[in-house]
């Protein structure tokens, strides 16, 4: 039971690099999500995807860019990372906006020096 | 944007005893999500509220959603060191697209 795919898990990156996370989910979901998680806090929403070819910002979104070409994928794009974007990053998906379980993938765990 | 406060940030307990999370909203509630976190791992779902007075149980986490729909408690009754980790609640926005998460309330059981 594959659900949600996120790649890689740990990851070190120099200030000014660029970097995609990748987010593959299974389930045929329409809603996916991506988040990132600070140290001791709540998650924020980066970008979100109602469905393919479609994508919109949440909360946070400077620095961060997304696609949605298939159904199935969802990747994060950092253009010149920052110290500032050292964080864990959560992709997740639905069925159908707020309205069932949000599944999560496992996390990648990004580090900017 | 909806926001999501959890009180209290972080909870020391020993084991055995009763806690409370709360988790409030600056919006109607559309739906409340209560996820709970491992540290160091991904999120798991605990249980999900809908209509205005429900509340659901699972083993010993209890969960209501208040009657206005703004705001909701986890109650976990004789805490365990299993139960540690960051509680968190999620909802989504009335137009059912984007859905956000509190603050996280960080759980430490004493055994």
């Known amino acids: 039971n594959a659900g949600v795919t996120q790649t890689p898990k740990f990851r070190i990156l120099k200030i000014g690099q660029s970097m995609t996370l990748q987010c593959t989910q299974d389930?045929?979901?329409?809603?996916m999500y991506w988040y990132r998680q600070d140290p001791g806090m709540g998650l924020k929403l980066i970008y979100y995807?109602?469905?393919?070819?479609?994508?919109d910002k949440g909360e946070v979104p400077n620095g961060y860019n997304v696609s949605r070409s298939t159904t199935e994928d969802f990747p994060l794009r950092l253009e010149l990372a920052a110290p500032s974007q050292t964080s864990v990053y959560f992709c997740?998906?639905?069925?159908?906006?707020?309205?069932?379980?949000?599944?999560f993938g496992e996390g990648s765990r990004l580090t900017v020096l | 944007s909806q926001e999501l406060e959890q009180s209290p940030q972080s909870l020391i307990v020993q084991e055995g005893k009763n806690l409370t999370i709360n988790c409030t909203s600056s919006?109607?509630?559309?739906?409340l999500y209560w996820y709970k976190q491992k540290y160091g791992e991904g999120l798991i779902f605990l249980m999900m509220?809908?209509?205005?007075?429900e509340e659901k149980s699972h083993e010993k986490i209890t969960a209501k959603l208040d009657e206005k729909k703004q705001q909701s408690s986890l109650h976990i009754t004789a805490s365990q060191p299993s139960h540690a980790g960051i509680y968190l609640c999620?909802?989504?926005?009335?137009?059912?697209?984007?859905?956000?998460f509190g603050t996280g309330t960080s759980l430490t059981v004493i055994p």
């Open positions: 997740a998906s639905m069925e159908g906006g707020s309205r069932g379980e949000l599944f």
């Open positions: 389930m045929n979901h329409n809603y």
């Open positions: 995807s109602v469905g393919a070819g479609i994508t």
């Open positions: 919006k109607t509630l559309y739906g």
């Open positions: 509220l809908q209509k205005g007075g």
């Open positions: 999620g909802a989504g926005e009335d137009t059912g697209n984007q859905f956000y």
